[in-house]
């Protein structure tokens, strides 16, 4: 009878792991890529550049601008005298220039904002005959440059009697077929169907459950519609440009573009500092953009991520 020896075999030894008991994931350092950090950094430095270009040059006056080195602060700053002068150039004419950019902007962007929400709203949750055809013709006018778009516009004011006002300004930039599909898309998902036959039942009327229940709704959409069109209207130059002839009514675009010209031409009203007043309006032009954005971002960012899930 052959008698069998058992073997011992060596454990092998378990894997650790951590208390909770789950596996260890890999450290976020391990995952850092550095091409694509050299990317994003690049990336970064093309946006971020002209801003520190813009507000080391509005320290700086016209002379120093030419004799020191761009990307850094001359011996002598004078930001706060080039703010000073830059406001009290011309009687304070630039204050009204921002003024008048406020008003063009603001009533622009919200214009803009309510008639996009009512006709997106309208092609997402109704039907009528030429439907589709209207919506096609919105997104043929999308690719239309709105330049090919002023001298029209102009004749068609001058006509009406409406050039060399605010409305020739403020009409144009309510229409916003980019805005109207935007809103169209949103609306889709962001407005159920069941809701809005629940108040049909309860007796509420069309325009009610647009006022009180769709718009609020649809508050991040208008909110991206907002930012878009003001940020449009606050640099639009050539439809100002045309339309206006009276500097008291200008937007900040022109009434620089015409301040560069003096200084360029010295013409009638030019300083020796005329250049350097132009960098500064131009560095106090873009802070209510930037505080637009920072205000509404939150809002904006909401409405990006609601839209883009599907309910």
């Known amino acids: 009878m052959t008698t069998t020896t058992p073997t011992t075999s060596t454990p092998v ?122 919506f096609n013709l919105v997104l043929g006018a999308v690719m239309i440059p709105t330049t090919a778009l002023a001298i029209p516009t102009y004749l068609l004011f001058a006509k009406a009697g409406l050039v060399n006002t605010p409305w020739a300004v403020i009409l144009p930039s309510l229409i916003s077929p980019f805005g109207l599909y ?62 206006l002839n009276d500097p008291n009514l200008y937007p900040i675009t022109v009434g620089l573009s015409s301040w560069a010209a003096q200084a360029q031409n010295g013409g009638a009203g030019a300083s020796s500092d005329m250049l350097a007043l132009v960098v500064t309006g131009s560095l106090i032009s873009i802070i209510p953009l930037v505080l637009a954005f920072l205000l509404l971002q939150r809002y904006w960012q909401s409405g990006l991520a609601t839209g883009g899930v599907k309910q």
Not at 192 to 202: C, F, G, H, N
Not at 208 to 230: E, K, M, Q, S, Y
């Open 13 to 134: 030894p378990a894997k650790r792991l951590p208390a909770d008991g789950r596996p260890s994931r890999r450290s976020p350092a391990h995952r850092r890529s550095t091409p694509l950090t050299i990317a994003m950094l690049a990336v970064l430095a093309y946006f971020l550049l002209p801003l520190f270009w813009l507000l080391v040059a509005s320290t700086k006056s016209t002379q120093d601008l030419f004799n020191s080195f761009g990307l850094w602060f001359s011996h002598a700053p004078q930001l706060l005298s080039n703010i000073h002068a830059t406001f009290t150039q011309d009687d304070g004419v630039f204050g009204r220039w921002l003024l008048n950019t406020v008003m063009y902007a603001g009533a622009s962007a919200l214009g803009a904002a309510l008639l996009a929400a009512a006709a997106g709203y309208g092609f997402a949750k109704y039907r009528f005959r030429g439907h589709g055809a209207a």
């Open 182 to 243: 935007l809103m169209r898309i949103y609306a889709e998902d962001a407005v159920p169907d069941s809701l809005i036959e629940a108040a049909r039942m309860d007796g509420a009327g069309e325009l009610r459950i647009f006022v009180t229940i769709a718009l609020r709704l649809l508050a991040p959409g208008l909110v991206t519609v907002i930012l878009f069109t003001l940020v449009a209207t606050w640099n639009n130059y050539f439809l100002p440009l045309i339309m």
